[in-house]
């Protein structure tokens, strides 16, 4: 049993012990008895399955501290149940950013045979024991040719990268239409240690006393968000749900036709309703790990990092399409936490909802006071030596400084996919900074919050407690002499991994309403969509509680130069004429589509689209790690020409005080001024 230091004792659990086998408790001077109703013998547990999952890795800053823990909590937990465990994640592997760039330089040779992007990441999961993963929309931002160097054994001059050591599965994607990935698909139904580094529908893991069966599953939306280059996605209009459904289960029958009874979908929907959803229309689906949300679920006894809250239980139980009970499953990405399911099975395979008990299962987080409460082994010497590799190439880029804040910049998922934050303002200003070096009538900025990938600070305390969390400006690195404030090219790097191009386009006040309809169409207050907006030069109100389309109630574009300020939208009505153009700076991303924005939809040569590394490439700044018109590029370049001596000090705010994105559930519209 692991400790109450590890989880929080609940008053369910309390009430437990006092009411002992009597069901009488005595409290304070009364005495309160509790009757038991009868009740049915429970069925006979089977099988008991210890289901250890992950997913949304995306190495950053804190895997460096967060890894090697992870590594501990994997193998206690095995530890305990060896012959029961199955270790798998719900893919994300890994994202761009320093972290998966350090695998490629020269120092890493002799910890990972031969180099290159993202195999440290791979390296880390092999070396934990993962034993199988779907795929998530990251595997593919660098294209399927480089997902392919990451899969795939690599060996020239006696100098061996072994590749993934689990199999990847998708049950809705057919890769043999993608020459890259052709030779890594296999058939189904294989044992998952055969298949290693190969590609299928579905696998099974065989355990001494019985078979689990996965299938895998991503978001049709896949080539919206990513670069899935000619693998054929189904369905091939991403929202018909059930077109999905009906691919998934083919997987599913397969498996049960083999006389597997125990199923595992890891699902990467990036929605966990989706998750919800798939669970109830389903059959025979014992087990769905969500990823992609990051959505943290959480029972009462569960203690989560400091700052972190749970949008619902631990696990979530749905009743599947056979009227079976299905227990969904997610938890936070970066390798911040462990999710552990432990769930008796009957004789016929059905997951038995009683025999779940909150004191073993849940989100554990990958600290040090977790891997010491749980007796957890030392980190495994591998996954250590990765990050210590990695640890030594960030010191030179932390030395490297471009300005300086007095302020927690906040770049975490909950706050750029959902409202306003001092990050997003400040990124989208030094976007708008740039853009007007190349083009002075330049008015608007507007970019994706899922472009922003981590905060630039620190969070003082590693566990939650009854205080609020201090949230500390960028902190100091003696090895460096970075001083506490200043902001560095690893800061930079890190919070902005994907290093956007910048774009140009003209936009008329219809399509920037509609852009701004577009990114808050999916806000909701328990989930994170990443294509929710950050932006400068202008603000506006929105009202959740309208339909999408039609949440967007007062937008007014900034005055700017000898233009004044010029009221688009009142009282959710375009005003003046629609046709009138404003020049906007934007992500090539979404001008491409990404997150589903509409751009490709317009007339594209009235959009005039001009990527600014086109235009800034004989106008070198002080900045030189990135290219001019991409985004690390101008976050430095806007810090070294306006804060490098003057720290930046906007707080954060909460959505009651934000201003350029105000959102009317929290406060009054005062976009335009009475």
Excluded at 563 to 582: C, E, M, Y
Excluded at 626 to 642: H, I, K, N, T, V
Aim: proline share 7%; with cysteine; net charge positive.
């Amino acid at each position: 049993m692991v400790s109450f230091s590890c989880r929080t004792k609940s008053m369910t659990s309390f009430k437990k012990m006092l009411l002992g086998a009597t069901g009488i408790a005595l409290i304070a001077s009364g005495a309160y008895i509790f009757a038991r109703p009868p009740q049915k013998t429970p069925p006979k547990t089977h099988f008991t399955l210890q289901l250890l999952h992950a997913s949304d890795m995306e190495s950053d800053l804190s895997a460096l501290e967060s890894a090697p823990y992870m590594s501990q909590l994997l193998a206690g937990f095995k530890g305990r149940m060896p012959e029961n465990t199955v270790i798998v994640s719900a893919g994300d592997n890994y994202v761009p950013g320093p972290f998966y760039q350090a695998s490629a330089h020269n120092s890493m040779k002799a910890l990972l045979g031969r180099t290159g992007r993202g195999r440290a990441d791979i390296s880390m999961l092999n070396a934990m024991g993962f034993q199988v993963s779907s795929f998530g929309n990251h595997e593919f931002d660098e294209g399927p040719k480089f997902f392919a160097s990451l899969l795939g054994k690599d060996a020239k001059r006696g100098k061996v990268y072994p590749g993934a050591a689990f199999p990847y599965l998708c049950a809705n994607i057919d890769f043999r239409t993608e020459k890259t990935l052709t030779k890594f698909v296999t058939k189904d139904l294989q044992e998952a240690s055969n298949i290693r580094g190969r590609i299928a529908k579905s696998a099974i893991i065989t355990l001494p006393k019985t078979r689990i069966g996965f299938v895998g599953a991503i978001t049709p939306a896949l080539a919206q968000i990513s670069k899935p280059g000619a693998a054929s996605i189904f369905p091939k209009r991403p929202d018909n749900e059930d077109a999905l459904v009906t691919l998934i289960q083919r997987a599913v029958d397969g498996l049960t036709q083999k006389g597997i009874d125990k199923i595992v979908l890891l699902s990467h929907m990036q929605d966990l309703q989706v998750e919800r959803r798939l669970a109830r229309k389903l059959k025979n689906v014992d087990i769905i790990v969500g990823g992609g949300s990051d959505s943290i679920l959480a029972d009462k006894t569960d203690r989560l990092i400091k700052g972190d809250k749970a949008i619902d239980s631990y696990p979530i139980w749905e009743t599947s399409a056979s009227g079976q009970p299905t227990a969904v499953l997610s938890t936070d990405g970066q390798y911040r936490y462990v999710g552990r399911l432990v769930i008796g099975f009957d004789e016929k395979g059905v997951l038995l909802k009683h025999t779940y008990q909150p004191e073993e299962s849940g989100a554990y987080p990958t600290d040090s006071q977790c891997a010491t409460d749980i007796g957890a082994p030392p980190p495994n010497k591998k996954v250590q030596a990765l990050v210590d590799g990695i640890r030594r190439l960030f010191v030179k880029k932390d030395g490297n400084t471009f300005g300086r804040s007095n302020v927690y910049l906040n770049g975490m998922r909950l706050g750029v996919r959902h409202q306003e934050t001092n990050l997003g303002n400040l990124t989208t200003d030094a976007n708008l900074y740039v853009a007007r070096l190349a083009e002075p009538t330049v008015h608007l900025s507007f970019k994706n919050g899922g472009a922003i990938r981590s905060a630039i600070g620190a969070v003082q305390g590693d566990t939650i407690d009854t205080s609020k969390p201090r949230h500390l400006p960028p902190p100091a690195n003696p090895l460096t002499g970075k001083k506490e404030g200043q902001i560095s090219q690893l800061d930079i790097e890190n919070a902005l991994k994907f290093n956007n191009r910048l774009i140009l386009l003209t936009l008329t006040a219809t399509q920037l309403k509609q852009i701004v309809e577009h990114g808050i169409a999916k806000w909701h207050p328990r989930y994170t969509p990443g294509s929710f907006p950050q932006i400068s030069g202008f603000s506006f109100s929105f009202d959740p509680k309208r339909p999408a389309g039609q949440r967007v109630r007062s937008l007014r574009v900034d005055a700017f130069d000898k233009q004044p300020a010029d009221t688009i939208v009142k009282n959710g009505a375009l005003v003046g004429s629609p046709t009138r153009t404003f020049r906007v700076v934007t992500l090539q991303y979404l001008f491409k589509g990404g997150d589903n924005y509409p751009f490709p939809k317009y007339d594209k040569e009235k959009l005039n689209p001009v990527l600014l590394s086109n235009v800034l490439k004989d106008k070198p700044g002080k900045a030189t790690f990135s290219a001019p018109g991409r985004e690390q590029d101008a976050l430095a370049e806007y810090l070294f020409a306006m804060y490098n001596k003057t720290p930046f000090d906007q707080q954060d705010t909460p959505p009651e005080r934000d201003t350029r994105i105000q959102n009317l559930l929290k406060r009054k519209d005062t976009v335009i001024p009475k």
